[in-house]
Nanobody, 121 residues
Framework: QVHLVESGGGLEQPGGSLSLSCAAS????????IGWRRQVPGKERELVAE???????EYAETAKGRFTISFDSAKNTVTLQMNNLRPEDTAVYYC???????????????WGQGTQVTVSS
């Protein structure tokens, strides 16, 4: 089993910054990618940013230039630094990872519990 524990989030004013962290633990054999998606009521979860096990990074268009994702492989921790926040960034942010556990053949998706980010004056 793999567990993702998120921290960070909260309330911030427009133009401000927040940082989200997600620590992955458990039976992690191979990490295909890890990252963040967000969701607002009535809409599907959308990509924010993710990093592959090889270090390739992908950002959503809305995140480019404002958000930075980083991964500490020694700690299996992914961090999302969000700058210049906008009200439309308000959402529940979910950490996720695509992992193949030791002894397994298939990869599986794991999700954190979600953390609320609210951008409002």
């Amino acid at each position: 089993q793999v567990h993702l524990v998120e921290s960070g989030g909260g309330l911030e004013q427009p133009g401000g910054s927040l940082s989200l962290s997600c620590a992955a633990s458990g039976n992690i054999g191979t990490l295909a990618f890890i990252g963040w998606r967000r969701q607002v009521p009535g809409k599907e979860r959308e990509l924010v940013a993710e990093v592959s096990g090889r270090g390739n990074i992908e950002y959503a268009e809305t995140a480019k230039g404002r958000f930075t994702i980083s991964f500490d492989s020694a700690k299996n921790t992914v961090t999302l630094q969000m700058n210049n926040l906008r009200p439309e960034d308000t959402a529940v942010y979910y950490c996720y990872a695509d992992v193949r556990e030791w002894g397994q053949v298939q990869f599986a998706d794991y999700w954190g519990q979600g953390t609320q980010v609210t951008v409002s004056s």
